[in-house]
């Protein structure tokens, strides 16, 4: 089954802690994002990542780090630095179809709690 | 600065009873419009993408048009199965090297009742 995966599906943390969600696709897919979703917000770019290698910055990406060594894998670290961590985390990836079009699927979220 | 507005916030309707949520986006130079369907605690998933005025597409019961200012999910005869939070988002101008950035409402949460 092609998809992408995240894990673990519900984190816990005490404050002060670094902790990292897990983000897979099989999808071949070149550009994988990560969005943080709170409850009466729409969903925000905290990174995005369109090779191998290469990263930039979305729009709420302090507190936060990630890595894209590889094609298929994406993890996000949120550091003790991120104020507000406790959120539901979704990672995503897109293709490039014909005709310059694109269309973006997500994982099924991780749920962090920090306490 | 993209933003984008989606109404109603919630809407609650009786089986067989047709409408319509609404996406009203600005956008410097529109590349797509995208619409999700997402359940409680789950990733959205993936419904249409209109890339200009005009266009329709359809999925089931879902159908989706685009203005230039504004999109609309046109919902026929709804079922409890459709009760989900729609959300819809624009594509941010071409990023270098590719990839696509987008910037989202905050969703209509749709109950559909027996």
């Known amino acids: 089954d092609g998809g992408i995966t995240q894990s673990p599906k519900y984190l816990f943390r005490k404050e002060g802690q670094n902790v990292t969600l897990s983000c897979e696709q099989n999808?071949?897919?070149?550009?994988m994002y990560w969005y943080r979703q709170d409850p009466g917000q729409g969903l925000r770019l905290i990174y995005y990542?369109?090779?191998?290698?290469?990263?930039q910055k979305g729009d709420i990406a302090e507190g936060y780090s990630v890595s894209r060594e590889k094609k298929e894998s994406f993890p996000l670290t949120v550091t003790s630095a991120q104020k507000n961590p406790t959120a539901f985390y979704l990672c995503a990836s897109s293709i490039r179809l014909a005709g310059g079009q694109y269309e973006q699927y997500f994982g099924p979220g991780t749920r962090l709690t920090v306490t | 600065e993209d933003q984008v507005t989606q109404s109603p916030e919630a809407l609650r309707l009786q089986e067989g009873e047709s409408s319509s949520l609404n996406c009203s986006y600005t956008?410097?130079?529109?590349?797509?419009l995208f619409w999700y369907r997402q359940d409680p605690g789950k990733g959205p998933e993936f419904l249409f993408t209109?890339?200009?005025a005009g266009e329709e597409k359809e999925k089931e019961r879902l159908k989706a048009t685009l203005t230039k200012k504004e999109s609309f999910l046109h919902i026929t005869a709804p079922k409890p199965e459709d009760s989900a939070t729609y959300l819809c988002a624009v594509q941010a101008p071409k990023v270098t090297g590719g990839g696509n950035k987008l910037t989202f409402g905050t969703g209509t949460q749709l109950k559909v009742e027996l």
């Open positions: 956008v410097s130079g529109l590349r797509g």
């Open positions: 999808l071949n897919h070149d550009a």
């Open positions: 990542s369109q090779i191998v290698n290469d990263f």
């Open positions: 209109l890339y200009s």
